[in-house]
């Protein structure tokens, strides 16, 4: 008897649906979980998304303590010109040497720390200075090309860079129309 792998003549669709687990749901033991502590302990700076997503399910208030410091000492680090970068302002966006996969982690750390921590307005309006400073700085010429930067033959790293504004974006837009934020990954 043949049997129908494909679904056909079935009664009703059902939508694939991912969704986010309510905090404290899921509990970690183990290597993992002490690894995970480890890295808060030690290395919160390097880690803020990693912190990020473990509060977004523990709701841990040591872990929001230190990432609202973490990230409160971030932006005590951007320049006149909006960015968050190693790279004097002079010498930006850079070249091959350049710094956009580490602005590009900053950004999303931020979108994560705004997304699932704390919402702060400040946050977001760092976002749009980093965006805007880089929009000012990558295209066509006389801007530099995206593809001129990175360390990899094609400049493949920067070019994931996009990734950052195109998140934030679906946050502004959600938080101005007052609708629930949902992930479309």
Known sequence: MPVNIFGQG????????????????????????????????????????????????????????????????????????????????????????????ERKCTMLAMEEYYDWVNPDTKVLESLKKQADCLIAQIGNPPKTQITELGWSANG???????????TWTRITISRSQSKPIKSVW
């Open 10 to 101: 079935a009664k009703a669709k059902v939508e694939d649906q991912q969704y986010s687990l309510p905090p404290n749901v899921v509990k970690l033991s183990g290597f993992l979980e002490n690894d995970i502590q480890n890295s808060i302990e030690h290395w919160n700076k390097g880690v803020v998304r990693s912190g990020c997503m473990f509060y977004r399910h523990t709701q841990d208030l040591e872990l929001r303590k230190i990432l609202d410091e973490t990230v409160g000492d971030i932006l005590t680090a951007q320049r006149p010109n909006g960015s968050i970068s190693c790279t004097e302002v002079e010498n930006q966006p850079g070249n091959k040497n350049g710094d956009m996969m």
């Open 156 to 166: 493949i790293e920067s070019s994931t860079f996009w990734h950052a504004p195109k």
